[in-house]
């Protein structure tokens, strides 16, 4: 399934890298851990970096009701979503034909404010996209905190991923050049997990620490 | 030396965590190899990510003549730009005190084209950016080249940083939960360099592609 393809979200620069199916949107977006949100207020761009859960096409995020981000695009104004994994730099033998391969999706929406019933579940589902399965081994929300989190669902009217792979690819003649050309991968990695300091003894690592600590290598 | 602070680049949430100094937000910068812009076009938020150099208070940025950001953001429309590092997974007693350690820049500015003589400057810092000293082993761009490419200088006239660091805080009755707490750390790690297919016999990996793999891991 594809989203509709517009003037707003057609990836206008080497149009090859553009996809709009849903399938690669989600993947890219089920990769991250931060998105970068884009909202207007009082005529000037904002641009705030913010946690995501993402449910089909609804994307929830929070924060207090005094944040800047909450209050203004809670109000249902347009808002464009980025998130971009960066997979490594590419050299060529030109200055020009030097890049990087990255996945990247901008997504184009508007959120509105969900109910107290819906708000464990966008939480979760928050909590997830961070770290898997840590929700269930928490002190959950109590009503107090609860109330003092604002939950926002953006829903994705319109998206496009755009993704570059592989080698550099220089111009023709220099290729004879003496320049070393290739690729270099960049990866995220998580380390050893640290004991909080105040940490009761006898408590060990939990499923959801030690699973994204070895996957994540 | 600070920034100005007013509305536009106040920290509100947790404002201990706010920083205005030029020293600071230079450094977080510097760290990176990609932002996100945001911008407003027919009343629509933007956002795209992309390379960057920094250059004191000013932030160059390239692209093709047709691209949506050069083609918007060089009319000098207000833009912000943000660079974020997220550096590790802050693991709390309670959902609620989950977070993240990170450090962020936000800046807000607005762009102009620059003169083709300081096009050439513009593009080494871009470079740099990215691989330090790749720029003196390439191929540099010819005049065709050059003119493909549209190359902005935002200037920066606010910013703020926010940095979270340290381990989790959780409410006073949480720490006698037999709950684990403490933190995932998080690395951007550069793996081997791979040639590429093309390349000529012979040719070593060069000074800047050996440091940026031995210093980035």
Excluded at 23 to 29: A, D
Aim: aromatic letters at 8%; one cysteine or more.
């Amino acid at each position: 399934m594809k989203y509709p393809i517009n003037e707003r979200n057609k990836v206008k620069r080497v149009p090859k890298r553009g996809h709009y199916d849903k399938e690669t949107v989600y993947e890219i977006l089920d990769a991250g851990n931060i998105c970068h949100i884009s909202f207007i207020h009082n005529e000037q761009p904002f641009i705030i970096p913010t946690l995501y859960g993402r449910h089909q096409d609804k994307i929830y995020l929070h924060g207090a009701a005094s944040s800047r981000m909450i209050e203004n695009i809670q109000q249902g104004f347009p808002v464009s979503l980025a998130v971009t994994h960066v997979d490594s730099i590419v050299l060529a033998r030109s200055a020009f034909h030097h890049s990087m391969n990255y996945r990247s999706v901008v997504a184009y929406g508007s959120a509105r404010v969900i109910s107290e019933e819906e708000k464990l579940r966008a939480l979760k589902a928050i909590s997830d996209q961070v770290i898997e399965d840590r929700w269930e081994e928490t002190r959950l929300p109590n009503a107090k905190e609860l109330k003092a989190t604002t939950v926002l669902e953006f829903e994705i009217e319109q998206a496009s991923a755009k993704i570059r792979t592989g080698g550099p690819s220089d111009d023709k003649p220099d290729y004879d050049l003496d320049i070393w050309a290739g690729v270099i991968p960049l990866k995220n990695i998580a380390e050893e997990a640290i004991d909080d300091d105040l940490l009761r003894k006898g408590i060990p690592r939990p499923k959801s620490v030690q699973s994204y600590v070895n996957t994540f290598k």
